[in-house]
Protein backbone atom coordinates (compact mmCIF):
# COMPACT_ATOMS: atom_id res chain seq x y z
CA UNK A 1 0.00 0.00 0.00
CA UNK A 2 1.71 3.67 -0.63
CA UNK A 3 1.24 6.04 1.59
CA UNK A 4 2.89 9.23 2.96
CA UNK A 5 3.27 9.35 6.51
CA UNK A 6 4.27 12.60 8.20
CA UNK A 7 6.36 13.41 11.62
CA UNK A 8 8.07 15.91 13.60
CA UNK A 9 5.20 17.83 14.43
CA UNK A 10 4.74 18.95 18.16
CA UNK A 11 4.39 21.84 20.46
CA UNK A 12 6.90 24.94 20.54
CA UNK A 13 6.97 28.32 21.21
CA UNK A 14 7.45 31.13 19.13
CA UNK A 15 10.45 31.57 17.80
CA UNK A 16 11.24 28.12 18.27
CA UNK A 17 12.22 25.61 15.41
CA UNK A 18 10.28 22.42 14.03
CA UNK A 19 11.53 19.61 11.23
CA UNK A 20 8.86 18.37 9.61
CA UNK A 21 9.92 14.51 7.58
CA UNK A 22 7.59 12.77 5.11
CA UNK A 23 8.68 9.54 4.49
CA UNK A 24 6.95 7.61 1.39
CA UNK A 25 6.31 3.72 1.13
CA UNK A 26 5.21 1.39 -1.14
CA UNK A 27 6.01 3.32 -3.82
CA UNK A 28 9.13 6.03 -4.82
CA UNK A 29 8.29 9.50 -4.59
CA UNK A 30 11.33 10.31 -6.27
CA UNK A 31 10.03 11.61 -9.98
CA UNK A 32 7.13 13.60 -8.33
CA UNK A 33 7.16 16.87 -6.79
CA UNK A 34 6.23 17.22 -2.98
CA UNK A 35 4.22 19.52 -1.46
CA UNK A 36 3.80 20.65 2.47
CA UNK A 37 -0.32 22.11 3.22
CA UNK A 38 -1.07 22.88 6.56
CA UNK A 39 -5.24 23.53 7.75
CA UNK A 40 -5.75 25.30 11.06
CA UNK A 41 -9.11 25.12 13.00
CA UNK A 42 -12.07 26.29 11.37
CA UNK A 43 -9.77 27.54 8.18
CA UNK A 44 -10.12 26.41 4.59
CA UNK A 45 -6.04 24.31 3.65
CA UNK A 46 -3.44 26.54 2.82
CA UNK A 47 -0.66 25.82 0.73
CA UNK A 48 2.53 26.12 2.27
CA UNK A 49 5.77 24.63 0.11
CA UNK A 50 6.39 23.02 -2.70
CA UNK A 51 9.65 21.43 -4.34
CA UNK A 52 10.55 19.55 -7.44
CA UNK A 53 11.24 15.85 -8.25
CA UNK A 54 14.80 16.83 -8.28
CA UNK A 55 14.92 19.12 -5.52
CA UNK A 56 16.47 22.25 -7.30
CA UNK A 57 13.43 23.82 -7.25
CA UNK A 58 11.52 25.47 -4.59
CA UNK A 59 8.21 27.64 -3.96
CA UNK A 60 7.03 28.93 -0.80
CA UNK A 61 3.54 30.78 0.57
CA UNK A 62 4.39 34.15 1.43
CA UNK A 63 3.54 33.91 4.49
CA UNK A 64 6.50 31.54 5.13
CA UNK A 65 9.15 32.85 3.05
CA UNK A 66 12.44 33.17 4.93
CA UNK A 67 11.51 31.11 7.76
CA UNK A 68 10.95 27.66 6.09
CA UNK A 69 12.67 25.48 3.87
CA UNK A 70 11.50 22.62 1.97
CA UNK A 71 14.26 19.97 1.16
CA UNK A 72 14.25 16.48 -0.16
CA UNK A 73 16.23 13.45 -0.31
CA UNK A 74 15.07 11.04 -2.81
CA UNK A 75 17.21 7.97 -1.59
CA UNK A 76 15.25 8.08 1.59
CA UNK A 77 12.09 8.91 -0.32
CA UNK A 78 11.22 11.10 2.47
CA UNK A 79 10.85 15.10 2.33
CA UNK A 80 11.80 17.23 5.23
CA UNK A 81 10.23 20.98 6.17
CA UNK A 82 12.58 22.80 8.60
CA UNK A 83 10.53 25.59 10.13
CA UNK A 84 12.44 28.51 11.61
CA UNK A 85 11.12 31.83 13.92
CA UNK A 86 7.63 29.98 14.51
CA UNK A 87 4.87 32.38 15.15
CA UNK A 88 1.37 30.98 16.86
CA UNK A 89 -0.52 31.59 13.13
CA UNK A 90 1.64 28.44 11.96
CA UNK A 91 -0.63 26.43 14.69
CA UNK A 92 -2.05 23.86 12.16
CA UNK A 93 -1.92 20.75 11.23
CA UNK A 94 0.83 20.22 8.50
CA UNK A 95 0.14 17.66 5.29
CA UNK A 96 2.58 16.24 3.18
CA UNK A 97 1.07 15.66 -0.38
CA UNK A 98 2.12 14.02 -3.40
CA UNK A 99 -0.40 14.05 -6.23
CA UNK A 100 0.42 11.23 -7.93
CA UNK A 101 0.74 8.97 -4.69
CA UNK A 102 -2.01 11.01 -2.12
CA UNK A 103 -1.72 12.51 0.75
CA UNK A 104 -0.82 11.64 4.53
CA UNK A 105 -2.68 12.24 7.52
CA UNK A 106 -1.02 14.88 9.25
CA UNK A 107 1.17 15.97 11.82
CA UNK A 108 0.55 18.36 14.00
CA UNK A 109 2.17 21.42 14.95
CA UNK A 110 1.40 24.29 17.94
CA UNK A 111 3.16 27.22 18.97
CA UNK A 112 2.28 28.90 21.74
CA UNK A 113 2.97 32.84 22.41
Known amino acids: QVQLVESGGGLVQAGGSLRLSCAAS????????MGWFRQAPGKEREFVAT????????YYADSVKGRFTISRDNVKNTAYLQMRNLKPEDTAVYYC??????RGQGTQVTVSS
Open 97 to 102: DVPQIG
Open 26 to 33: GRSASGYA
Open 51 to 58: IDWSGSST
